[in-house]
């Protein structure tokens, strides 16, 4: 899974949910290569043996695959809060009491995104967006959250993801943004020059406006701005010592 030919269309690549075992392991070996194999993380759930990623989120999560000429390539898992186990792990992560009115079905938390090195001046990564995306609106998803590196917060931007709370530190993953896309809100994917909205439109989607949502994401703008604040007044970690500014990982 190193090397790629020549591939710079989406018609070379085909997109999945992977259901079977064998694509499940194929999305898990990607991850691997990039979280582990390239980055170095820590992963307690890595299995070295087999090359693999995977925790029990992915039991009943959505997994989009991408594969090309040479292979599987990139990945990304969709949960959903209308799944306890899911709402229980993230519900402090993302401070998902602020959202306690929202019917959880229409919940997810996207995670696991991973494209192998050779394939990232290609469109995977987009096919990836566009897909996760397109499995949310068909199981009625308006509220999509992420926690995503810093090198990586401006692609989130670009799609039309707001950060809505303060950073904060993962003991594996390192410091984290706390992002929020809201699906149906086409006035802001329109702002945003969001590649989601035409995918909207072609699919239907009908806007609706949040100004108690747009208010939050305001507040916290004006609060501290797109840089590190200093660990929150209110954090949702019953241990928040802070480090580097940042919150510690939430239990």
Avoid at 36 to 45: A, F, H, I, N, T
Wanted: hydrophobic share 35%; charged share 25%.
């Amino acid at each position: 899974m190193s090397s790629a030919p020549a591939m710079d269309q989406a018609a070379d690549f085909e997109a999945i949910v992977a259901s079977t075992p064998d694509e499940r392991a194929a999305a898990y070996r990607v991850r691997y290569s990039v979280y582990v194999g390239e980055q170095r993380k820590p992963y307690p759930d890595a299995d070295h043996e087999r090359c693999w990623l995977t925790d029990r989120l992915d039991a009943n999560a959505a997994v989009i695959l991408v594969t090309g000429t040479a292979g599987p390539c990139g990945t990304v898992r969709g949960c959903f809060a209308d799944c306890e186990y899911v709402k229980e792990t993230y519900e402090k992560q993302f401070a998902l009491s602020h959202f306690s009115d929202l019917p959880d079905r229409s919940i997810a938390i996207c995670s696991r995104l991973a494209v192998l090195h050779p394939y990232r001046a290609t469109p995977v990564s987009r096919i990836l967006f566009r897909e996760i995306y397109r499995y949310g609106i068909g199981r009625d998803t308006r509220f999509t959250f992420e926690a995503c590196a810093p090198r990586v917060r401006s692609i989130f931007v670009r799609y039309g993801f707001r950060e809505y709370a303060p950073p904060y530190i993962d003991s594996v993953a390192g410091p984290l943004h706390r992002m929020l896309l809201t699906l149906d809100d086409l006035a802001h994917l329109e702002r945003a020059r969001s590649p989601f909205l035409s995918l909207a439109k072609e699919l239907g989607v009908k806007h609706l406006s949040r100004p108690w949502l747009d208010k939050m994401i305001e507040d916290h703008n004006q609060r501290i701005g797109f840089g590190f604040p200093e660990e929150p007044a209110s954090s949702p970690a019953s241990d928040s010592r802070s480090f580097a500014g940042y919150p510690r990982e939430y239990a």
